[in-house]
Every structure is written in C-alpha cells, then in structure tokens.
C-alpha cells in the first residue's frame, strides 16, 4: 500500500490528501525559498491523531512537518525531504476561558483573530500580534512577536502550558498555569521557537490581558528615517509607555498609498499606539508629540475611534503585501534582525547605505521600539544576479546586527533561511542545541533540514 492508502487507514480518507493543489499549498511559504511539494497532506482533528501520524512515521521513517496558515517568511514549512505536511487547521477549537485567571486554552489551529473574537465578550484580548492572521501553534513555534512585544511581550513571555506530541507519538505536557515557577528545566521556552523540530504543539495555554480602558493611535511624520529611529529611541529611553511603536520608510508609504488608495505623506512615519487609563494615555501622548517635535517630526496626528485606528493601522499590516503589488511575479525577502535599542540608529543607517550600493528593490519597516527591523526586498529567484545582491544585503546586515550585540532574527524565524548563520551567532552552543535535537528526535524525522540541521 501507498504512503497515503496508509495513512487513511490509521486516520480516515478524508483527513488525508495528494490533490495536486492541496500538495502545492503545502510546498512553500510566503517567502522567497524554493517550493517542495510534500508526498501527502493529513489533517489531523485531535492529539491522538496527531500521535498516531507520528508513531507510523517514526516506524516508516517518513518525515513530518507542521503547517499552520503558511504565513511564515524563512521557508519553515518547506518539506525539503518530502514526506508529510502536517496541517493543523482542523484542531481550531478554543477549549477553555479563564478570566479570572486571565488565561486560555486552545488548540494549534485557532487563528489570533479568531482568538480575539471568542475572547472579546469577556473583556479580554491575546495582544501577540505578527500582522498576518497566523494560527496559534505556528506563532508558538516560530517563537511569534510583532507590533506589540513592546508593551506584552512575544510568544516566548505569553506562553504558560503546552501539551506537545514527541517523536515516536508520545504525548508530554509542560509547563504550568501559574504565574510562575522556579521548578525543573524550562522545557516551554525549548519548544517556542523550535519550530516543529522537537515536536507537534497541540494545545497551548495562554496569557490573556483586559482590555484597556482607552486606546488611541497616531503618526508622526518625520523628513528622514535618521530623525524617525532617534525619535523612537529616545521614547523608549524617556519610559513613554508605547504599546506599538512602528516604522513604516518613505518607500513603503508609498507603496501603501498605491496598494490601499491611501493618500499619506510619503515620508518615513512612525506609527505609535497608546493603551491605559485616559489620563495616562493622554499624558502618554503629550510626552510623545514633544519628543518627537524635538526629533525633527513634521505632522503628529491621533485618533481614538476604533474604525479610525483600524484604519491607520492598515498602513502598517498591509506593507509587505503593498511592497510587493509594485512587483508582480518577485518573492519576498526579508531581514529580520534585531539590535540593543541604542544601536538601532547605527544598524538602519548603515543597511540604508548599503541597499543603494547594491541597487536592490525594496524598503525598510521594523518594529522600532525593541530594536527589530526587516529590509523588504522583493527578489526574482530565477535571476543569479538580483538573488546575489539580495544576499550581499542580507548578509551584511546580519553580520552588522550580530557585531552590535545582535541576533540575525527578532521575529521570523531560523527555517532555512536562516541557518547559515547560526553557528556565527551560537558558536560552541549550537552544538548543545543540536544535542538536544538528536535527544528529542534521534531519526531525524521532523521538519528536517532546518533551523540547527547542518546546512
């Protein structure tokens, strides 16, 4: 019997598929990397699913990679090995709320949205915010931040339980639903981030906030980027609490004006969100209009309402797809470092000198207020040269980040995009992380090929 008349019969035929469209959906991300179908496509609707697709696996020797909505940007879930795509959509169910507590159980396939939806009557919200409606298991094992990790924190700070199916199918729960323990080995923060090297998230516990009593949005335009980062920087040193603080380049803008309808200033802006009381928030804007005054900012502007927020906010969710409408037929690169918060001047200014040495196509946008930034560039994989010059930037970049005190991701991930600088990073520890690796998964069987694999 075939790999998926076997398939079927551990599961049911319809959880199991090789429809050529399905296989290809399956085949890449939204990035640049290669696409490479996978054999078969299984869907599974429990753990014990999930942990029966693993033990036939591990007999057979068949690779396993987890897909969540294929948002991802470093080619995480491109079966390079072939084997099975693992979708976890149809496990999207929100198992328990907690609201005193101000926690939530889920299962892998709810999206943050809709999340945020089931949460919204009890006054609560999941603040973890990537931009794209990505699925809760692939935020936690990218190890998922975004526009707010300034104000909440990443995946890594939000996450207190995971139930979690190894190798071989054995199904482990870690962690705990108090606020905190000093018992035994982190094994949570293991598997944030592993990205489905370690084993198949099925359930996670979450961290949820109040929603906050005001919330208000604004833009402060600023006649260089320069002006713009040393604006930001010198909120998060004046303890301004920001609870997004985002930078959008004149390249972008632009590229937004045309993508949206919009018609905002194409110039560097920065994008800012204040949450509290509406004293604070007030005081918080206040201090946050002076500062940029000073900076150089030639146009602030607030709204409350949340449609008008909504709106605004628009510019920012929607600037890789924007970037890229202006390029029909490239992909997407992009870097993703992060830098300590008072060399983030340095880091951009020097990327930006960098992108007009090399002619490349694209702009800067970055998650300012914690020091993460990514260079969009929009790429044409068939072209030796345009894909050289786009790694000349990457690499340079990475290399600058990583002189600074840096990591070469803040946000997207290792996949393969990543891994050729993971031993510059790590040194002597990635030897440990690969030790780990071989502990968890000695056959090599999941999500092969990527993050600490050798390349």
Request: proline share 5%.
């Amino acid at each position: 019997m075939s790999l998926a008349d076997d398939l079927a019969q551990l599961l049911t035929p319809d959880q199991v598929s090789q429809n050529p469209s399905v296989l290809d959906h399956h085949s890449r991300d939204e990035s640049y990397h290669q696409p490479r179908r996978p054999d078969v496509v299984v869907f599974p609707q429990s753990t014990e699913d999930v942990a029966r697709v693993l033990r036939y696996a591990q007999q057979h020797r068949v690779p396993v990679v987890p897909f969540g909505t294929g948002t991802a940007l470093e080619g995480h879930v491109v079966p390079v090995r072939g084997g099975i795509s693992l979708d976890m959509a149809r496990m999207n169910r929100v198992q328990e709320i907690r609201p005193a507590d101000f926690l939530v159980c889920a299962e892998p396939g709810v999206t943050r949205r809709q999340l945020n939806r089931e949460l919204r009557p009890h006054g609560l919200f999941f603040p973890v915010d990537p931009g794209a409606d990505a699925s809760l298991g692939g935020m936690a094992a990218t190890g998922a931040s975004g526009t707010t990790t300034v104000r909440y924190g990443a995946m890594r700070d939000n996450v207190r339980k995971l139930e979690v199916v190894l190798a071989g199918g054995r199904v482990v729960e870690i962690g705990s639903l108090a606020a905190k323990s000093a018992s035994g080995y982190h094994l949570t923060g293991l598997f944030i981030g592993s990205e489905g090297t370690l084993g198949v998230i099925t359930k996670l516990w979450l961290r949820v906030y109040g929603v906050p009593e005001w919330t208000v949005a604004a833009r402060a335009e600023f006649p260089d980027v320069d002006s713009a980062v040393r604006a930001s920087t010198a909120l998060i040193g004046a303890g301004v609490a920001v609870a997004r603080l985002e930078l959008v380049d004149e390249v972008y803008m632009a590229a937004v004006n045309r993508f949206k309808g919009t018609a905002y200033e194409e110039v560097p802006t920065l994008f800012l969100e204040f949450h509290g009381s509406r004293g604070a928030v007030e005081a918080d804007i206040a201090v946050a209009r002076e500062i940029a005054t000073e900076e150089g900012c030639t146009r602030f502007t607030f709204v409350a309402e949340e449609a008008e927020r909504n709106r605004l906010w628009e510019a920012r969710h929607a600037a890789l797809h924007a970037l890229m409408a202006q390029y029909p037929g490239r992909r997407h690169m992009a870097t993703d470092v992060c830098v300590p918060v008072s060399k983030l001047p340095e880091a951009i200014a020097r990327a930006r000198r960098r992108m007009r040495e090399l002619g490349v196509c694209g702009g800067i946008v970055g998650h300012v207020g914690d020091g993460n930034y990514h260079v969009g560039l929009a790429v044409n994989p068939d072209d030796p040269d345009d894909m050289a010059k786009a790694e000349a930037l990457n690499e340079a970049v990475v290399e600058h980040a990583l002189a600074l005190g840096g990591t070469c991701t803040g946000e997207h991930g290792v996949g393969l995009g990543k891994r050729r600088y993971q031993a510059r990073e790590h040194g002597d520890a990635l030897e440990l992380m690969r030790a780990v690796k071989q502990l968890f998964d000695p056959l090599d069987i999941l999500n092969p090929g990527k993050l600490v694999d050798p390349d």
